[in-house]
């Protein structure tokens, strides 16, 4: 039977070890050896008194620390964030822009007034209808269900009118509308494809061109 010489983790003495044996037990994890049953004990007194030595004295510290906290509490800076349409009422979540009250008016009254009321067929040569034949119109999966149609977009957004104050019918002009694919429309978001007084321009020129009289 073949032995080797291992050296005892408590002692240093080298003793005979039976290399099958030393195998079996470096598989199963064990990574110290004794000479004997003594020097197991001792060693393993040693670890097992380190080891409270150290729980003590984390807790300890956890205990100083407790303390020290419950006398010096943390005081939570609160960051006011005004809303970007009213700049008076305070908005509480961070990835909201606008307060409450504002929300409620631009979905209840004034996005409503700046959908697009006027018929394409009016102004044939101002759109591509040929991307509707292609693509036909969007509609959702509860009803045609063409997610890839085309959609009418302002060029000039209405986010960008609601917080600017834009009279809705400025928005809702023929000169705002384009037509594009859903997808683009989506991707685009809240963003205006024109400034302000570019939207003006093209209202003037449209309005000249068609004699519409805005009130």
Known sequence: MTTIKIKCNCCGKKFDKLKSEHDRQLRKGQIKFYCNSKCSAIDTQKTGSKDRWNKNRIEKHSRIMKEWYTKHPKQKTIKIRYCKNCKIETVKKKYKSICDKCKFAYYK???????????????????NFSLIDKFGWYS???KKNNLNGIARDHLFSVNDGFLLKVDPKIISHPANCRLVLQKENQHKRAKSEITLNQLMNRIDIWNKKYKIVMV
């Open 140 to 142: 959702p999966k509860n």
């Open 109 to 127: 009254f004034y996005r409503p007034l700046c959908e697009f009321k006027f018929s394409l067929s009016n102004y044939k040569k101002e759109f």
